[in-house]
Structures are given as C-alpha cells and as structure tokens.
C-alpha cells in the first residue's frame, strides 16, 4: 500500500470513527431527554394554608333519582361537601356527575392510596360511583384538560363500558317515572316511590330530554332474588359509595379512554359519577351519594 492511500484509508477511519462517536453521543442523549409528557406537569405546591377537603364545586349534573329536588339533590347539597365530610349530595342514577377541585395538587405517592371519598354506604347497600380525576395542564384554575378514569375492581368485568350514554326524557305529569334510553340499545324507568313524590327530573334541566355519558358498571354485584330487599355488595377497590367508612383511590390507577395506564405525578380535581343503572325495588334507583373528599396525605385519620 502507498504512503497516499495509507493516509487516506486512516482519514477515513478516522471520519467513520468520529461519525460513531457522534452517534453515540445524540442516542444516550436522546435516552435521557423525558418523553413523558407529564414530566413537565405543574404543581400547586401544599402550604400552610392548604385544605385536606376538596375547596370548589366546579359543576353539579344529576340524574333524574328519588332525591334529586330536594335537600340533598341541588346545588346547595352539592356545596355542603366542601371542606370537611359532613354534607350529602345525590347524583341520581347512571351518569349524574359532580365535579370538585382541591386548593392544591395532590400528589400521586407510588403503591400508596391519595384520596378518600366519604359517602353513605352500607353493607349490602354499595352505590358505586366512578371516579375521574385531572391536572390542571393547561394552569388555568378551570377543569377543561383530559379527565382519566381511576380502574378499580370492575375495569374490563363483563358488562363494564366506557363510553355508555343514557337519555332522560322528561315525564308527563312530572312527578312520574323518567324514562331513559341507553346507547346499547336498552331502556328502562327510573320508578318513583311512595317516599318521595316530588319530580324526579332535575328541575334544572329545561329542556324535554338531555343525555349523560360515563363508565357503565357491572351490575353482577346486586342481588335482586328476593324483590322485597335487593341488595348490593361492594367491589373490592376503585369507586365512590361503595364501602361503610369510606372509600380510598389511587392515582397511579389512572387510565385513558382506550384503558391504557396513565402516569400522573398529582392532580387537582376530580369528579364522581353514578355507574350502575339499576331499580332497586323500593328502596329506589341505585344512585351514589358523595359526603365528603379529601387528599390523604393531609387528613388527620
């Protein structure tokens, strides 16, 4: 080989080299740029100031159900769970919602609970609820980025659906049963009862009909064989109203719309959504009650 093409073999080694060191290079730099886009989340840091209990109601949309219009199912009902868990709130049957946000982030802490939700249930008288929160991305104070799902017990069970719509309609006289329709081309009554005999449709509501949409629940958990006292038992973990004492979350159960695990370092609201349409004879429509929220790592338990 000449001294020439020896020189220029090793340039061009040398070239090569240096192109496999760059590349090199911009790879493990590129493995250590964060593709989570929740790495940039912002968080409202806790201060003294800060309350343990939920602080705003953001919205109150109820189903039609045996207390909505009265003292536990209007605005007022809705308010009284701020800051504490002493109030009481009805959402009616499937998909009535109520939305609450905290005066700080709460912080998902890995393989532990961070919120508990206080309600009325009892044994054998479960009402679960569905429970979404979110990240005020967007910093603007206003629950308007993406909602996500918290899994629990029932996510992916026979007859659990994301998705599921029910339509209202408004009845005639009304004070009569409300008739609903479902997007799985099902229907029913939500009954009145002797107990309660004021109009069940939201008095709210102005229009004829109006349709609420959420996670449909399992029902499988209701034992209807003896008409006279349906129960309902508890699911193991994930939802509102469903266990005596209360009921404790996870964020790091949190999924998107397609059920696909989410990774959220806080949140700062949350909403609550009735999940099972069901006629309890006459102890009325399955509806979850709220009475109070908190974020764990704040509360004096």
Not at 136 to 144: F, M, S
Not at 288 to 294: K, N
Request: include cysteine; charge should be negative; charged fraction near 20%.
């Amino acid at each position: 080989m000449s001294k020439i093409n020896y020189k220029i073999t090793l340039s061009f080694i040398s070239i090569l080299a240096s192109g496999v060191v760059l590349l090199s290079s911009c790879s493990k730099k590129d493995e250590q740029t964060p593709t989570d886009p929740e790495a940039t989340q912002p968080i409202r840091p806790v201060t003294d100031q800060s309350k343990a209990y939920v602080t705003q109601l953001f919205s109150y949309n109820p189903a039609p159900g045996q207390f909505i219009n009265t003292s536990v199912g209007n605005t007022e009902a809705a308010k009284s769970v701020l800051n504490g868990k002493n109030g009481l709130v009805s959402l009616g049957a499937f998909g009535g919602s109520i939305v609450f946000g905290f005066d700080h982030t709460v912080l998902n802490v890995d393989g532990k609970e961070d919120i508990v939700i206080y309600a009325n249930a009892a044994t054998g008288s479960a009402e679960p609820g569905v429970v979404w929160v979110m990240q005020d991305t967007n910093k603007n104070g206003l629950p308007d980025d993406s909602w996500f799902e918290l899994a629990g017990a029932a996510t992916n069970a026979t007859g659990y659906v994301r998705n599921y719509q029910v339509t209202y309609t408004r009845p005639d006289p009304v004070t009569g049963d409300v008739k609903w329709k479902g997007s799985l081309k099902d229907s029913g009554l939500v009954k009145t009862n002797t107990f309660h005999k004021q109009p069940y449709y939201p008095e709210s509501i102005t229009a004829a009909s109006y349709t609420l949409k959420g996670t449909l629940l399992p029902s499988t958990n209701i034992d209807a064989n003896n008409p006279s006292f349906i129960t309902s038992a508890p699911f193991n973990f994930g939802y509102a109203d469903s266990t005596p004492g209360g009921d404790k979350v996870d964020i790091g159960n949190a999924i998107d719309d397609k059920g696909n695990k989410v990774k959220l370092n806080g949140i700062d609201f949350i909403k609550v959504q009735t999940g099972i349409q069901f006629n309890l004879g006459w102890l009325g429509e399955l509806s979850t009650e709220v009475r109070g929220i908190a974020d764990i790592s704040l509360e004096k338990l």
